[in-house]
């Protein structure tokens, strides 16, 4: 069993949706929980980050942790047909080796105009 | 553009001959990342430098791969003898040393091609 695990879709959604991705994960030393953003044949780039429990919104994203259920999730309102990507759900733990960084295999989301 | 730079792009080469890319981070960051990804999957790690220094190699980087970072600036990987497996997209990330949640910033990546 992978430590993070992702749904990897395809995902299509009509302009207008809520999208909401999902990831879970098994290490409960994970104390970071990120989201990324790529676009066919780019690197990755940082949506929002989480430390520990609890939710956090900008603007129309809201990333949301459940470590009891090892459980997290982003929230796309409104999308558009710019937030067609790929999203990448992204774990690290605190101390020793806080600089690593365990990846879902990401969701492929196509938002149709 | 200050962000992080890769070279090349593109690589597609034969099985068995030796490749290097180059990654270029950010200018003040002082930890620099490599990371590999398959299609259709997450970047794995692959190794990390805290300025010339590389403080952890993941069991993904065989022997056949080493890495470099001479004077805590740019970084080069080189895989020698490529195998079909070796096929990826490799990924350069850079970030400051600092607590917190010490934000990776990510190049556009080498896409590697063994036929």
């Known amino acids: 069993q992978k430590e993070v695990e992702q749904d990897p879709g395809p995902l299509s959604v009509p302009e207008g949706a809520i999208v909401s991705l999902n990831c879970t994960y098994s290490?409960?030393?994970?104390?970071?929980f990120m989201w990324y953003r790529q676009y066919s044949r780019k690197g990755p780039e940082l949506l929002m980050y989480t430390y520990s429990s609890g939710n956090k919104e900008d603007g129309r994203f809201t990333a949301q942790v459940d470590k009891s259920s090892k459980y997290i999730s982003l929230f796309i309102r409104d999308s558009q047909p710019s937030d067609s990507a790929t999203y990448l759900c992204a774990m690290k733990k605190t101390g020793g080796s806080n600089y690593k960084l365990t990846f879902g295999k990401g969701t492929l989301l196509t938002v149709n105009p | 553009d200050t962000g992080v730079s890769q070279d090349p792009r593109h690589k597609i080469t034969k099985r068995g001959q030796n490749v290097t890319f180059r990654c270029d981070p950010i200018?003040?960051?002082?930890?620099l990342y490599w990371y590999r990804q398959t299609l259709g999957q997450g970047p794995e790690f692959l190794t990390y430098f805290q300025n010339e220094a590389q403080l952890e190699k993941s069991r993904l980087l065989s022997d056949r791969f080493s890495a470099e970072r001479p004077k805590g600036s740019f970084s080069t990987l080189e895989i020698q003898r490529t195998e079909q497996g070796d096929s990826a997209m490799y990924l350069c990330?850079?970030?400051?040393?600092?607590?917190?949640?010490?934000?990776?910033?990510f190049g556009p990546g080498t896409r590697l091609t063994v036929l």
């Open positions: 200018s003040e960051h002082n930890r």
């Open positions: 290490n409960s030393a994970f104390q970071y």
């Open positions: 990330a850079s970030s400051l040393a600092q607590t917190g949640v010490n934000e990776q910033f």
